[in-house]
């Protein structure tokens, strides 16, 4: 059997277990040096384009937020190749503006998790990559275009607030976002946007909202009942994006930002990273930290070759 392989991931998030019209060529469970992805993930055709699915929260979604293995889920689409990141998630509303039914695709985010595993480094790798724009903005714009293609009532340039969970806010904590300007509030965009940026991919997120959170007293206050009927309400127009964005995600060029964020990332002196250290790294970034013998033979055939060509 072939070694399967695709360039766009796509992550379902709650309400999206599943695409419509996926030919199914197999499915994987990658291991990886920060454990085992959320599922299986299935590689398949879509329209013409192999895509790797992960259900964030697994089949049947069986993981809190603050349970998501989101370090394996992206270090496992890595491996299969993907370098762009379509995920989908479910939202609620800071603003009037922004009602239930609706689409967001935000271009900030604030951090209010607490405790998860957030970063590839650490544990013997000091490193730090560049986050000033979470998303992906090529990524963005050609979701938003298709949205609006679509006819989908979507929006762009809110900033969503990540939160712990796994219970919602209180209508205090509401307000405070509400003042800070934040449009969005949801529990799982975050580490896994940073994990994304760390591994060099591109990655955008699909918000469908749900519901106006607490703030709004003229509304009912959040409950999970109105999140799942909202979510049935959206999944349809979500898969209809995905559809009709695949030709343009495909193509995308990458941003320099985002293809090379971990080239210079890392700061610790080569001589003091751990054999352990090193596998993660080389399991991320095989080109930035191959073995010495390993990038001269490789070297070495390169010269060979163009020696061959030169006669």
């Not at 995920?87 to 603003?95: E, I, M, R, T």
């Not at 095989?286 to 163009?306: D, L, M, V």
Request: net charge positive; charged share 25%; glycine share 10%.
């Amino acid at each position: 059997m072939a070694k399967l392989s695709a360039r766009v991931g796509v992550i379902g998030g709650s309400g999206l277990y599943e695409l419509d019209n996926l030919e199914i060529l197999g499915e994987t469970r990658p291991r990886t040096p920060f454990g085992s992805p959320s599922d299986a993930i299935l590689v398949g055709r879509l329209g013409g384009h192999e895509v790797a699915f992960l259900p964030r929260h697994g089949r049947g979604h069986r993981l809190l937020p603050g349970e998501v293995p989101s370090r394996a889920n992206i270090a496992a689409l890595k491996a299969l190749g993907v370098d762009r990141i379509v995920a989908f998630s479910a939202v609620g509303s800071l603003k009037e503006e922004l009602p239930p039914l609706d689409f967001v695709i935000p271009e900030q985010v604030i951090d209010r998790t607490r405790g998860r595993p957030g970063t590839f480094f650490g544990a013997g790798v000091a490193g730090h990559v560049a986050f000033a724009d979470p998303f992906s903005r090529r990524l963005c714009g050609v979701l938003y275009d298709q949205a609006v293609a679509l006819g989908l009532r979507v929006h762009r340039g809110e900033t969503l607030v990540c939160m712990e969970g796994p219970l919602f806010s209180t209508r205090a904590e509401s307000h405070l976002y509400r003042s800070w300007g934040a449009g969005l509030i949801n529990m799982s965009a975050l580490p896994e946007a940073k994990l994304a940026r760390e591994a060099e991919m591109s990655y955008a997120l699909v918000c469908a909202v749900t519901d106006y959170d607490c703030w709004r007293e003229t509304s009912e206050d959040v409950d999970i009942q109105m999140v799942i009927e909202n979510l049935r309400k959206n999944a349809a127009n979500a898969k209809r994006l995905l559809a009709a964005a695949l030709d343009d995600v495909a193509r995308m060029e990458e941003e320099p930002a985002v293809r090379e964020a971990a080239r210079f990332a890392v700061i610790t002196a080569r001589e003091k990273l751990s054999g352990a250290a090193l596998a993660r790294l080389r399991f991320l970034y095989p080109g930035y930290f191959e073995a010495p013998a390993k990038k001269a033979a490789r070297r070495t055939k390169k010269s060979a070759r163009q020696g061959t060509k030169g006669r």
